[in-house]
């Protein structure tokens, strides 16, 4: 099996990216700085921060402090755990121990703003306020009238109180000003020429928390002789700037860009992977899970000398049996367990590296559904399985979960040969342009009919659905393994407007494949059930040439009921194809949905 976690080995060769990093943090004249390791979820984002924090802790000039942001989730306030969490490493660092009266003045200075924080939030802003006579930017304002009544009364409660701790001497601009110039005295006086901190998993807390993170590290945290590296989604971050600081009206601003340029001045973005990377990852990890990590380690700097990384085309089977046998390497149980799966896994990665979108951890948890369902194989059928068979079907399961669920019910026909998917397969393989195979007809669904095993037509495939039966009973599938892109626009569609709608099928459009699947398969069911506005449905059949059968099925099985502010857009789709919809018309009629008054003035030719 294969852990999500940061790999100690390169695999994903990350090297370049680690060097160009680590030096510029060792450059002094740059600091401070703030970098923004930048890539999607699973891209391999805390691999790259593991390869970083190698190198600079190699270097006795260079304190490499690791912070996780997702372990500030439950922390009232973000802020405030930042800064304990670092002080308390920097505490601990030998280089710092000459300084540790400084640092407990730190802390005792971040306790004073845990204090102005602590009294139910609205209360203690109000308190802070009152007590100061400044306003706090930095603490939780009342969001409507009664709640500020409420804060206002807690806060008069709780002044003396925060003013006698707090704000005896200093007001909070000023206490932000004297913390940071504290901090960066601190480090002066040490031997220590850069304090770098990295902090991952940040695009998997809260937008709050997000904004909480970013803004400790620009008002307190980043002086003189730090760096920070932070490890994020940039779509997430933008979204959490956004979700906090809404668009005034009537401004065009980009808050967002703005935001996120102000507070990371270097972006570097991790690239996606390419499908040849992809597909070498594949291989790579079937081999990691043979050899031991010594053997690995060996491998991979072989791989590296030879540049196959860089070429332009995949590194073949046989270029990764000859690298092994030249350096001698042992396998665990065996080689020919080891050729069994690399086989296997050869024969379809091609396919799945286009269902992958570039994105190493998606490679894991195939490989590790793969090596599931071949354990459970052996234990219900012994030998009598096909494992190709077995990679190929769970590959479509991954491309498109429709067909995968049409497979299936193809299968159930099944008497000399399944007669369904072979008249598909050979329909879509002499490019027939049959429209009730649209969905079967594109490139990377062609791709998968034209691998082997091919013409699984002949095969009973009983026993492999049978392994992967979970999936089948999903005709709305887990929403949580979406990826930010399709469920950015779920949300969108969600909360769209009919002068909005276009710009979103604009947007849809450039998703992948199986994002664009994805919301269609949380959209077909909402058509059905009239959750989704006539104006929204319009659009998707007319930009979605592919998806008109269904969108067309889901509306004729509908029990909505046709009012007149719906005819407009049921005439833009008859214009479209009108045969189609004169079809959908009719069963509308029949069923008590659509009067004939509406009929007519939806197929009514317009002067």
Do not use: H
Request: glycine share 4%; with cysteine; net charge negative.
């Amino acid at each position: 099996m294969w852990l999500d976690n940061a790999s100690d080995i390169d695999i994903l060769f990350y090297e370049p990216y680690a060097k160009l990093i680590s030096d510029i943090t060792r450059d002094g004249s740059k600091n401070p700085l703030t970098i923004g390791v930048f890539g999607l979820w699973g891209a391999g984002k805390s691999t790259l921060l593991s390869l970083i924090d190698k190198k600079l802790n190699d270097d006795p000039d260079i304190i490499c402090v690791n912070i996780n942001a997702w372990m500030f989730e439950g922390y009232e306030d973000a802020k405030v755990a930042l800064m304990e969490s670092l002080l308390k490493e920097l505490y601990d660092a030998k280089p710092f121990q000459e300084v540790k009266e400084n640092i407990k003045k730190l802390v005792g200075r971040v306790n004073l703003f845990k204090v102005a924080t602590s009294t139910l939030s609205i209360g203690a802003s109000i308190a802070a306020s009152i007590a100061s006579g400044n306003p706090l930017p930095l603490l939780t304002v009342p969001k409507n009238v009664e709640e500020a009544a409420n804060a206002i009364k807690k806060g008069t409660e709780a002044a003396e109180k925060v003013k006698t701790d707090f704000f005896e001497q200093e007001t909070t601009v000023d206490n932000v000003r004297k913390f940071r110039k504290d901090f960066e005295e601190m480090i002066g006086n040490t031997t220590v020429k850069n304090v770098v901190v990295i902090i991952d998993d940040l695009d998997r807390c809260t937008p709050e928390r997000i904004i909480e993170t970013l803004e400790a590290i620009k008002l307190f945290l980043s002086v003189k002789r730090t760096t920070f590296v932070i490890a994020a989604d940039e779509k997430v971050i933008q979204y959490a700037v956004k979700k906090e600081y809404p668009i005034i009206d009537g401004s065009d601003v980009q808050l967002a860009n703005e935001y996120t340029e102000k507070i990371i001045q270097l972006p570097i973005y991790i690239p996606e992977l390419s499908s040849k990377d992809i597909e070498n990852y594949l291989l790579l990890l079937v081999a990691q899970n043979y050899l031991s990590t010594d053997s690995f380690s060996s491998l991979i700097r072989k791989i590296y000398e030879k540049k196959y990384t860089i070429r332009d085309t995949q590194m073949r089977l046989e270029e990764l049996k000859e690298i092994i046998s030249k350096l001698g390497l042992n396998f665990n149980p065996s080689e020919s367990s080891f050729m069994k799966d690399a086989v296997i896994i050869d024969s379809v990665r091609d396919i799945v590296s286009i269902t992958l979108k570039g994105n190493p951890r998606q490679a894991k948890r195939f490989l590790n559904t793969f090596v599931t369902k071949q354990s459970l194989a052996q234990m219900y059928y012994d030998e009598d399985i096909d494992m190709r068979i077995l990679a190929k079907i769970l590959v479509l399961q991954k491309l498109d979960p429709v067909l995968f669920n049409q497979l299936n019910e193809w299968n159930k026909e099944f008497k000399i040969s399944n007669e369904r998917f072979k008249e598909m397969y050979e329909a879509v393989l002499s490019d027939s342009n049959n429209p009730d195979y649209a969905r079967w007809s594109t490139l990377s669904v062609k791709k998968w009919l034209e691998c082997e095993p091919k013409e699984l037509f002949n095969q009973r495939l009983d026993k492999y659905f049978y392994l992967t039966r979970e999936n089948l009973k999903k005709n709305i599938f887990d929403s949580q393994n979406f990826s930010f892109e399709t469920k950015q626009i779920l949300e969108k569609i969600g909360n769209t407007s009919e002068g909005s709608i276009s710009g979103i099928m604009n947007d849809m459009k450039k998703l992948q494949l199986t994002d664009l699947n994805d919301v269609f398969s949380i959209l077909i069911p909402k058509v059905e059930s009239g959750q989704l506005k006539y104006f929204i449905t319009k659009e998707l059949y007319v930009t979605f040439e592919s998806y008109r059968e269904k969108i067309i099925q889901s509306m004729s099985e509908s029990k909505q009921v046709i009012k007149l502010a719906d005819t407009v857009y049921l005439k833009a789709m008859y214009k479209i194809d009108e045969e189609e919809i004169a079809q959908l018309l009719e069963t509308m009629k029949s069923t008590g949905r659509l009067t004939q008054k509406l009929y007519d003035q939806i197929v009514r030719k317009d002067k």
